[in-house]
């Protein structure tokens, strides 16, 4: 398990075994600011440790989200697209759904009311 800290927000990568594949559990937790938002960016590759681009993102306890946020997990998914991995989201709160529906991501993208239903829909 790997864990990034910034002001504010911290990011938990955990390695799961899914149908006999590895996956990243990618917990997202606080706030995505202006304050943090340049510092976070410049290390969010580090989720694809050991070259595995499959992800579940877990945004369950992300509070808050400014638009280099809603960048960055374009950018995430982006990245697995590039490298035919694959990312489904587990949780959202009430602000962030209004957020992902405006995004309006990727067909392919999976969005479930949670971690573990996200799990069991691999």
Partial sequence: MSHLEFEAFTIDVD?????DLPVHIVSFSGK??????YQISRNIN?????DNYNIILDLTQLEYIN???????????????QH???????GLNHFLEN????MELPKRVQIYNTVEEAKSNW
């Fill in 15 to 19: 390695t799961i075994e899914i149908k």
């Fill in 32 to 37: 995505i600011i202006n304050e943090n938002a």
């Fill in 46 to 50: 580090s989720i694809f440790e050991n």
């Fill in 67 to 81: 638009s280099v946020g809603v960048a960055m997990i374009l950018t995430i998914i982006k990245t697995v697209d």
């Fill in 84 to 90: 035919s991995g694959k990312l489904l989201i587990g």
């Fill in 99 to 102: 957020v992902i529906k405006l």
